[in-house]
């Protein structure tokens, strides 16, 4: 394969019948989700004939029909930038201005934002499913389409607040897609439940297992998260046996027991990625799925997804990090400490990612570029490109990889170095403990523990003294704010810079 494209035309010759994809309102095979994909590219191609290998923006809801204009993008043979919906102005100003794309697919009401946001290029109106203007396929320039070339573009944030635009290749993504599908036995009889909005790289796998092993997708509206109960019966429904969500959506069905109640039924496969899993809530899905398989996988988003995996093979304490396993095929996993030195097993050093999982790059910024990704510090005699993740890891007695913490979450506080990671771990060993984010507060030059509670609160002292069990003095936290709920940033995983800003 040399493009992604060429994995919906072995779908439509194999399974044209089957379904592919489906929401609350559509539902379309691979035959017809060839059909409406060819559709949109001849639409793009007409009215941007010669656009090739550019950006093109994604603005619209999760949909079937945003799904096809995803895969109509790289039909056009150029690449996607799928765009939050509810972006605020000034962010999608900035996004806007950095990727001077000439065309937008948008929904009706995205218009208006889009033209605020300084958008000067041509839009398609996603109302409606584009059909194929004839039977006959129009040549699109997709076949030109290198591995090498971008798929999609994603922007992540950035520790100065301007956006990223993190782009990720043809062969990245199917590099790992087909590990994915073949190591952990994803066939035609997967079904699954998409989590993750189109605009976070989560969704990345959801969109191209169908593809790639015959796969049914089954898209979630976020509504469908704010009631447990019926979410559960909604993917009963489906006949759902498969889960990539992240561990923030994971434990919203544990924070409540809400499987006391009503159980997914025959769940085979469970994978996580995005943020870290606190192995209380791990264990609960466990205890009320013994025979499904769990998979921790970690992975930033330069690196298409994930990079490393650990099939859940033994049982863990609550208060035991689980571990992040080992590489995926065609990646390796360079941990160095600050001399860019190899470290010992055991040791703790930064996790350093080389092979074809790799990001080309920040889109329109080669400084951040040349900053992140360089050459491999263990030889000079050719390029050999490293990406410098930032997160710090170690080996344990298994041999596997743990993760430890964010280079910029650990902090030097009364002459130590402590990882913020560490207090947030102990912290989940408490029964009650919901969620939890621990912040530095550098003006007083303390550590901040904000918690959410099954009881709501008022358990600041039993808190401080579990922690005080576990933890030496220097870590323990100033201040322990128990709160009704602790804020999410576009992503789904936990705001510590809106939490920061509040100390």
Known sequence: MTNLTQYLDLQNRLRKDKIAVKDGETTLTFGELYQQVNGIGQKIVDMEPGLFNSPIIIFSPKSVVAYCAVLGVLWSGNYYVPIDIEMPIDRLKLIVSTLGARLALTSPNGIDALNAAGFCGRTIVLDALIPLKSDVEVPTGREKILDVDPAYLLFTSGSTGIPKGVVISHRAVIDYMQWQCATLHFDESTILANQAPFHFDASMPDIYTPLVCGATLTLLENQRFL?????????????????????????????????????????????????????????????????????????????????????????????????????????????????????????????????????????????????????????????????????????????????????????????????????????????????????????????????????????????????????????????????????????????????????
């Open 227 to 503: 009631f447990p109960n019926q979410l559960v019966e909604f993917l009963n429904q489906n006949q759902v046996n498969t889960l990539i969500w992240v561990p923030s959506a994971l434990m919203l069905l544990t924070a409540k027991d809400y499987f006391a109640q009503n159980t997914i039924k025959g769940l085979r496969l469970v994978m996580f990625c995005g943020e870290v899993m606190p192995t209380k809530h791990l264990n609960i899905w466990r205890k009320y799925y013994p025979d499904t398989v769990f998979v921790n996988l970690y992975g930033p988003t330069e690196t298409a997804y994930a990079c490393t995996y650990y099939v859940i093979d033994r049982d863990f304490p609550d208060t035991e990090p689980l571990p992040i396993g080992k590489p995926c095929q065609n990646t390796e996993i360079l941990i160095l400490n600050e001399w860019d030195q190899q470290v010992s097993p055991g040791e703790t050093g930064e996790l350093c990612v080389r092979g074809s999982s790799l990001s080309l790059g920040y889109y329109g910024d080669i400084v951040k570029t040349n900053t992140a990704f360089v050459q491999s510090p263990l030889h000079t005699k050719y390029r050999d490109l490293i990406y410098r993740t930032g997160d710090l890891v170690r080996q344990n007695e298994f041999g596997e990889i743990l993760y430890v913490g964010r280079k910029d979450f650990q902090i030097k506080h009364r002459g130590h170095r402590i990882e913020l990671g560490e207090i947030e771990a102990v912290a989940y060993g408490i029964a009650e403990m919901e969620q939890c984010c621990a912040v530095y507060d550098e003006e007083k030059q303390q550590i901040i523990l904000y918690c959410v509670l099954s009881t709501g609160g008022g358990m600041e002292k039993d808190i401080y003294m579990h922690l005080k069990k576990h933890l030496p003095i220097y870590m323990l936290p100033a201040k322990i704010q128990c709160k009704d709920t602790l804020p999410l940033n576009a992503n789904g995983k936990i705001d510590r810079l809106a939490l920061k800003n509040q100390a």
